[in-house]
């Protein structure tokens, strides 16, 4: 067993627990997992794959829906795969270099999908804004520059959580109470002072979630103000309509996020399998469903993909929000 290989300083391996409280239901639960695993594998390597043939795509907007697709995949895949395999075959050890590098991913390719978040908000107060100065804001220059500055950020941010965890000692348990290497169930394991990883943890959290959510709700309080201007109704619908699917997305990756954050850092009395329900959940639902908002949502997109799945199919009639 991993537990055996525990050392007064640092373990070889930790063992993770899966969802404590519900593992007589391990093998039930990856079904679900399984299929939304499948379904976001299939979801998001079809907007790749349509964006990248389709030359109407070829702008800023489905730019960085490809950065979030394949953010949403990478995310998915660093902890899915462990995640039934614990529920398939009890397989939680994991090796601590591999258990610190998982977190690293998680976390920073989360960091990204806010910033990309961020960055289309920009995007869509530029073209609503200034009409007739996007095509010259927004080109393919500054849409690679903000894809990098996702990159750096979340790279930069995360960087130092495996470095401040290697300075711990482990000497209770090495069993992670959770699906994945997440920072603060790692970091609740040591038995030495951890008020430095969870302040910056804290700061991080705070920076990311905080300041793009504020960011983001501002360039849509802007955009409100300059639809309300608009006189004519259908022009203040279609302005609205632009803005439809990113609000969707919006909501489905911040809501489990925040409500995860909130309850791990102050819902103190809510059962541990709550936790880690609602922190799977932010690698499920985002990465499942924004490929099929924006599939539904964006006419090029449900055209193209009705072209290749159902060749036969007239598509003329669906009307682009």
Avoid at 281 to 307: A, H, S
């Amino acid at each position: 067993m991993a537990s055996a290989n525990l050392t007064p300083s640092n373990p070889s391996a930790f063992l993770l627990q899966g969802i404590p409280g519900l593992e007589a239901y391990h093998k039930w639960l990856s079904v679900p997992v399984c299929t939304i695993y499948v379904v976001i594998i299939a979801g998001n390597c079809t907007i790749l794959l349509v964006i990248a043939t389709e030359p109407a795509l070829h702008r800023p907007m489905c730019y960085f829906l490809c950065m979030l697709a394949a953010i949403d995949l990478a995310a998915s895949t660093s902890a899915l795969p462990k995640v039934l395999c614990i529920f398939w075959f009890q397989g939680g050890e994991i090796q601590a270099g591999a258990c610190l590098a998982q977190m690293f991913f998680i976390h920073a390719l989360c960091m990204m999908e806010s910033a990309v978040l961020l960055a289309m908000a920009l995007d869509r107060y530029v073209a609503i804004c200034f009409p007739l100065r996007y095509s010259s804001i927004f080109t393919g220059s500054l849409v690679a520059k903000m894809g990098i500055a996702a990159i750096v950020r979340g790279t930069l941010l995360m960087g130092p959580c495996p470095f401040l965890i290697r300075r711990l000692s482990f000497c209770r348990t090495n069993v992670i109470r959770h699906t994945y290497c997440e920072h603060m169930a790692v970091v609740k394991l040591a038995c030495g002072d951890t008020s430095i990883n969870r302040t910056y943890g804290l700061c991080v959290a705070l920076l990311v979630i905080g300041g793009d959510l504020l960011f983001i709700g501002l360039s849509y309080c802007l955009i409100v103000r300059a639809v309300l201007q608009l006189s004519s109704h259908e022009a203040r619908r279609k302005a609205f309509g632009t803005c439809g699917s990113h609000i969707c997305v919006i909501l489905i990756s911040y809501s489990p996020a925040l409500f995860s954050f909130f309850t791990h850092r102050f819902g103190h009395h809510v059962a541990p399998h709550i936790h880690i329900i609602l922190a799977n959940l932010y690698l499920l639902f985002p990465p499942m469903l924004n490929p099929i908002v924006y599939g539904v949502r964006t006419k090029e997109i449900r055209e193209r993909v009705i072209r290749v799945f159902l060749p036969g199919r007239d598509t003329a009639k669906p009307r682009s929000d």
